[in-house]
Nanobody
């Protein structure tokens, strides 16, 4: 089992920045993807970013490319999502996830955090 705990959400004005953290504990697969997803009220959960624990490319949704950066600290078993130039449409509950059972861009992951609210005011 893998446990994931997100932190770092909050309220920020448009154009501002936030950094989300996701601490993983338990069994983590070093070859597996870690992903960030978000879900706004009334909408489906959507892909934001993903990367492997072991390194390599980082993948982003087109809507956040150039504004968000995903990174990891293997020693701390933690992944981060640095969010810059935030827009009101980025408002959502943000989730981290581990070990996709299918395509990494779809929300078919085995483990999920509890989510953290990000609200961007205009």
């Amino acid at each position: 089992q893998t446990q994931l705990v997100e932190s770092g959400g909050g309220l920020v004005q448009a154009g501002g920045s936030l950094r989300l953290s996701c601490a993983a504990s338990g069994r983590t697969l070093r070859s597996a993807f870690m992903g960030w997803f978000r879900q706004a009220p009334g909408k489906e959960r959507e892909f934001v970013a993903a990367m492997r624990w072991s390194g390599g490319n980082t993948y982003y949704a087109d809507s956040v490319k150039g504004r968000f950066t995903m990174s990891r600290d293997n020693a701390k078993n933690t992944v981060y999502l640095q969010m810059n130039s935030l827009k009101p449409e980025d408002t959502a509950v943000y989730y981290c996830a581990a070990d996709p059972s299918g395509y990494y861009r779809t929300p078919d992951y085995d483990f999920w955090g509890q989510g953290t609210q990000v609200t961007v005011s205009s």
